[in-house]
């Protein structure tokens, strides 16, 4: 069966409780009325209590109610917490290394708002002193007691022990957090971007003074010599008659 309203032609009854495009209360009214109502303000009539006697109809966009309720479905989905359980599993006599290591994962999960699960795995004659497992179970919970809390006791489960450690933060708040984070990280590297653009663009419109007076000078034309007079010719004395 549908789950969506009834509304227009589809619904079936001799009268409705009707409310106006604003939420005012119109009253009951024959089903006649209110469909012509919806025309003249050219609304759909959406049936909004079918279990109601009469069913209580509402003047709305149909279309655009559908629209907007999808996108608030989508945005209850996306801001939806699922809390997830991760699993560390750790050695009784375990390097102090690879402590550190695995109480680094403890670390990023607890804050990322997950629950953990630690598991202490025994082998062969580490069953029978139980002992190092739980206090290394006491351990950890002691070093990430910032972040969470021992949710479930230490507790032998056959060859293995195991607690369960819950975070102090909810998991809306580690994403929302997280998101924060994000856009800050986001606008850092825009503003980072922006300016390195700038510091270029500056670059490229200054030019050195020195080379800027270097090409606004103008070398003054040397003075040309004046020519020499060009020698004048005397003329030959008369020669003597003879």
């Known amino acids: 069966m549908s789950t969506e309203p009834r509304i227009n032609d589809r619904i079936r ?15 009951i009214v024959p089903l006649a009325k209110a469909l012509e109502l919806a025309q003249e303000y050219d609304l759909d009539l959406v049936e909004v209590a079918a279990t ?21 479905a989508r945005e209850a989905r996306k801001n939806q917490a699922h809390t997830v359980i991760k699993e560390m599993k750790l050695r009784p006599k375990i390097d102090p290394h690879d402590y550190d290591t695995k109480k680094g994962h403890v670390v990023r999960f607890l804050k990322q708002g997950d629950k953990v699960k630690i598991t202490i795995m025994f082998r062969g004659r580490e069953q029978s002193r139980p002992e190092l497992g739980f206090r290394l179970l006491q351990r950890l919970a002691d070093d990430v007691q910032d972040l969470g ?3 479930s006791s230490p507790k032998q489960d056959g060859r293995n022990m195991i607690m369960v450690l819950g975070p102090h933060k909810k998991k809306t708040e580690a994403m929302a957090e997280a998101r924060a984070a994000a856009d ?8 980072r971007t922006a300016g390195s653009d700038a510091d270029a663009a500056l670059a490229e419109s200054d030019e050195p003074v020195e080379a800027q007076d270097a090409a606004t000078e103008v070398e003054a034309p040397e003075a040309e010599a004046p020519e020499a007079a060009a020698p004048v010719e005397q003329p030959a004395e008369a020669s003597q008659g003879a």
Do not use: H, N, T, W
């Open 13 to 27: 009854v001799p009268e409705v409780r009707l409310v106006g495009p604003s939420g005012e209360q119109v009253g």
């Open 52 to 72: 109601a006697r009469p069913p209580v109809c509402k003047l709305m966009d149909y279309g655009k109610f559908k629209y907007e309720s999808a996108m608030k």
């Open 149 to 151: 809390f021992v949710e």
């Open 184 to 191: 800050a990280r986001k606008a850092e590297r825009q503003g």
